[in-house]
């Protein structure tokens, strides 16, 4: 008789982004459990002040640093929407996470520098310690990015431009499903995959009066959205030491095994 999986009986709210959240759901039903989408991050296209500028000298960069899956497809909706063609792109590029590399391969780009740990710190860290070296980067990002990279690279001697090329809004019709959700339905266990999906959750929750999450597992993706989710008080119990969706479900799958035994 074949096991009903670790997640059996367990609701899980999952929160990531529409478009992105399929592999993830896939691994959490495999394991038994029941699955709440309700995606609290959505993105568009920016117009960066900047963007004129960064444009017009791109083929001076000898490195472009990519952070996101986001930062990938927007950085070259950019470049489409301005009749650039990527093909003339010299510049090598770097890129935080297997997930963001594998984005780029579908533009014909490899990733030629990936940190070793899958985060904006760890390739400051790099940076600083100089296994990473270029003489002018370009670095497109959203527009809650923080600067630490740019700043490592600059306190190194390195030129570095950021772009905007997307920015992060919280998509308002789904603010009334998870308020109905939280309200009508136990949720055991609670994922988050950005700090902004954190906020956007509590400011539901807090609007509707819902203060109580003892009960649920808080997971998170990587140490940046664990440390928002406790800052709220969330207690997270779950967070892979490698900072990808299919890692997150990995971890989960082990968590609640464990809890069996």
Same mark, same amino acid.
């Given at each position: 008789?074949?096991?009903?999986?670790?997640?059996?009986?367990?609701?899980?709210? *999952?929160?990531?982004?529409?478009?992105?959240?399929?592999?993830?759901?896939?691994?959490?039903?495999?394991?038994?459990?029941? *699955?709440?989408?309700?995606?609290?991050?959505?993105?568009?296209?920016? +117009?960066?002040?900047?963007?004129?500028?960064?444009?017009?000298?791109?083929?001076?960069?000898?490195?472009?640093?990519?952070?996101?899956?986001?930062? *990938?497809?927007?950085?070259?909706?950019?470049?489409?929407?301005?009749?650039?063609?990527?093909?003339?792109?010299?510049?090598?590029?770097?890129?935080?996470?297997?997930?963001?590399?594998?984005?780029?391969?579908?533009?014909?780009?490899?990733?030629?520098?990936?940190?070793?740990?899958?985060?904006?710190?760890?390739?400051?860290?790099?940076?600083?310690?100089?296994?990473?070296?270029?003489?002018?980067?370009?670095?497109?990002?959203?527009?809650?990015?923080?600067?630490?990279?740019?700043?490592?690279?600059?306190?190194?001697?390195?030129?570095?431009?950021?772009?905007?090329?997307?920015?992060?809004?919280?998509?308002?019709?789904?603010?009334?499903?998870?308020?109905?959700?939280?309200?009508?339905?136990?949720?055991?266990?609670?994922?988050?995959? +950005?700090? +902004? +999906?954190?906020?956007?959750?509590?400011?539901?929750?807090?609007?509707?009066?819902?203060?109580?999450?003892?009960?649920? *597992?808080?997971?998170?993706?990587?140490?940046?959205?664990?440390?928002?989710?406790?800052?709220?008080?969330?207690?997270?119990?779950?967070?892979?030491?490698?900072?990808?969706?299919?890692?997150?479900?990995?971890?989960?799958?082990?968590?609640?095994?464990?809890?069996?035994?």
């Amino acid at each position: 008789m074949m096991s009903a999986g670790p997640l059996f009986g367990k609701h899980v709210l *999952v929160t990531r982004p529409r478009g992105q959240a399929a592999s993830f759901i896939d691994k959490i039903e495999a394991a038994g459990g029941m *699955v709440h989408f309700v995606p609290l991050i959505a993105f568009r296209s920016f +117009s960066d002040p900047n963007g004129k500028d960064r444009l017009q000298t791109l083929f001076t960069y000898d490195w472009i640093i990519l952070t996101s899956k986001n930062g *990938v497809d927007f950085f070259f909706q950019q470049l489409e929407k301005a009749g650039k063609d990527r093909a003339d792109i010299q510049a090598r590029f770097a890129a935080i996470g297997t997930e963001t590399a594998a984005v780029l391969q579908t533009y014909g780009f490899q990733a030629e520098y990936i940190p070793e740990k899958f985060s904006a710190d760890q390739f400051a860290k790099e940076i600083t310690d100089g296994s990473f070296e270029a003489t002018k980067v370009l670095i497109p990002k959203g527009n809650l990015a923080r600067t630490m990279i740019a700043d490592a690279l600059r306190k190194k001697g390195m030129a570095a431009d950021e772009w905007i090329v997307y920015e992060t809004f919280f998509p308002e019709e789904e603010k009334a499903r998870l308020i109905d959700l939280l309200q009508k339905e136990r949720t055991d266990v609670i994922t988050f995959t +950005s700090p +902004s +999906s954190v906020r956007h959750f509590m400011k539901a929750a807090e609007e509707a009066g819902i203060d109580a999450f003892e009960q649920s *597992v808080v997971a998170c993706i990587g140490p940046v959205t664990k440390k928002e989710a406790d800052r709220f008080g969330l207690h997270t119990k779950i967070c892979p030491d490698v900072y990808t969706s299919e890692s997150l479900a990995e971890a989960i799958d082990h968590y609640f095994r464990k809890e069996e035994n």
